[in-house]
């Protein structure tokens, strides 16, 4: 079993950066794949930024060059650093691991607003 918890969630300013956290506990060890899916009011839920236990990363096309995703994979941890926020990029940010068995954990789900 492992369980997710997010943090770094908040309002800010259009142009504006937030640092997303995710903290993995119980079998870390068996997570191959975490990352983070975003959900706003009416829109289905979608990727945004993954990265494997290689370090390969996948990225929603719209966050390219202004998001990066990183890993501490000892610790379980992953992270989304967002630099220059637009009010599109509004939602509930859940973190997402996968393991080697191709099951899924979310975590509960952190706020993010981006409004002046």
């Known amino acids: 079993q492992v369980q997710l918890v997010e943090s770094g969630g908040g309002l800010v300013q259009p142009g504006g950066s937030l640092r997303l956290s995710c903290a993995a506990s119980?079998?870390?060890?068996?997570?191959?794949?975490m990352g983070w899916y975003r959900q706003a009011p009416g829109k289905q839920r979608e990727l945004v930024a993954t990265?494997?236990?290689?370090?390969?990363?996948n990225y929603l096309d719209s966050v390219k060059g202004r998001f990066t995703i990183s890993r501490d994979i000892a610790k379980g941890a992953v992270y989304l650093q967002m630099n220059s926020l637009k009010p599109e990029d509004t939602a509930v940010y859940y973190c997402?691991?996968?393991?080697?068995?191709?099951?899924?954990?979310w975590g509960q789900g952190t706020q993010v607003t981006v409004s002046s």
């Open positions: 119980g079998s870390i060890s068996v997570i191959n794949v």
């Open positions: 990265m494997t236990r290689g370090g390969i990363t």
């Open positions: 997402n691991a996968q393991t080697f068995a191709r099951r899924h954990y």
